[in-house]
């Protein structure tokens, strides 16, 4: 089982841009697909965006895309979300998971399909 840690939340301001990580160890990451989700206190956790083993698939929920960019250094066990242009609406916990893939093109959009996740990392952005 890999275990997930995101980092990179904060407060900022609409407009303003943030980079989250998501840092794997246990397992090597480039065996799995990653996704990026989030969640409002109250609410149901949503997909956000997805990014392939290989990194050469992404995916984004219709609300950012054009705004948010996924990436991945498998040497560093690390995957990225870029984050600019950030809107209010975006204020949520977002979870970095991770799903065993023996496809390294495939992505994967429900929470379902994924058995690991991080604990989340909060991001405030104010009007």
């Known amino acids: 089982q890999v275990h997930l840690v995101e980092s990179g939340g904060g407060s900022v301001q609409a407009g303003g841009s943030l980079r989250l990580s998501c840092l794997a160890s246990?397992?090597?990451?480039?065996?799995?697909?990653i996704g990026w989700f989030r969640q409002i206190h109250g609410k149901e956790r949503e997909f956000v965006s997805a990014?392939?083993?290989?990194?050469?698939?992404?995916d984004y929920t219709e609300s950012v895309k054009g705004r948010f960019t996924g990436s991945r250094d498998n040497a560093k066990n690390t995957v990225y979300l870029q984050m600019n242009v950030l809107e209010p609406e975006d204020t949520a916990v977002y979870y970095c998971?991770?799903?065993?893939?023996?496809?390294?093109?495939?992505?994967?959009?429900?929470?379902?399909?994924?058995?690991?996740w991080g604990q989340g990392t909060q991001v405030t952005v104010s009007s």
């Open positions: 990014i392939s083993r290989n990194g050469a698939n992404t």
């Open positions: 998971a991770a799903k065993v893939s023996f496809f390294t093109d495939a992505l994967y959009y429900r929470t379902n399909d994924y058995t690991s």
């Open positions: 246990g397992r090597t990451v480039s065996s799995y697909a």
